[in-house]
């Protein structure tokens, strides 16, 4: 199968892909095609200095000469989009859930860096509930890698009739049975809409609650992204998990595991291990006892 790149020399306009998402047709996935070898690039990439400060501000991160860590993502998530929507792409994206991300940062990222950034489709696996998809972003600079994220995406459906199940699988994070609380904060109402002027991700679920519904929601609905970053902000002004990547130039990686919406206008509290795993970390809404963001930090 020829590999297919898609080449951008600025950030793209996620509108077509949005479009694209909703309107076109896929055949679905094909174990006997699997998925297809497409890749985005784009070179020269610079931080948009006054984007970056409306999402300091919108997630009351506090300002630094160096990027959060998952802002990389924010700058790749049209990309994403453009690579996720292509016409060789077999998998319709309405129904597709963002599952995990493991973010890998070897150094910390200047506000003013030149990036180069590479998305491209890896792996799938078929499980009993569906299947898995990844993708993987690099960012580099000065040809050095210096932050790489995989994101796994999942689509239910029985999967496995023409295709035996997978035996590899994806990463899991231990159950928390012992926290404390460590952070609480409220989600407000036009967190979606202010979210997404910034991001330029404007799914519906985060829109409106009657276009949530349509969703199978029962009201609109944060970005994960957007209450992981707050999330982060939280733990590293408490326990300064994200400190030794900045002072120490040492290894960060992130795993996250989304379970559970985290609705609008709700109270979000961040629960951490009570004992001496204190780098796990749950994010939970309201008086949902069930976490809603499952996540751990390690630093090497």
Known sequence: MNKSILHFSTQPNIAPALLKALLIPRPGFNSQQGIPPLEAYWPHAEVNQNSLAQYLSLLDIPSSDTLPILYPHVMAGSMHMHLLTHKDFPIRLLGAVHLKNRIVQTKPISIAAVMDIRSKLGAYRITEKGLEFDFTTDILIAGEQQWQETTTYFKAGNFSRHSPISSDSSFELDKLTHTKKLATWAIPKDRGKRY????????????????????????????????????????????????????????????????????????????????????????????????SICLAISNT
């Not at 998990?241 to 992130?254: G, M, R, V």
């Open 196 to 291: 997404a002027k910034i991001t330029g991700d404007y799914n519906p679920i985060h829109m409106s609650p009657l276009l949530a519904k349509l969703f199978g929601l029962k009201r609109d609905i944060a970005h994960g992204f957007g209450v992981l970053a707050q999330a982060l902000a939280h733990a590293n002004n408490s326990s300064g998990l994200l400190n030794a990547n900045s002072n120490n130039h040492n290894t960060i990686q992130l795993d996250v595991i989304f379970k559970g919406p985290v609705y609008l206008e709700s109270e979000v509290n961040l629960q951490q291990d009570a004992g001496a795993n204190s780098t796990r970390l749950d994010v939970y809404c309201g008086d949902n006892p069930k976490p």
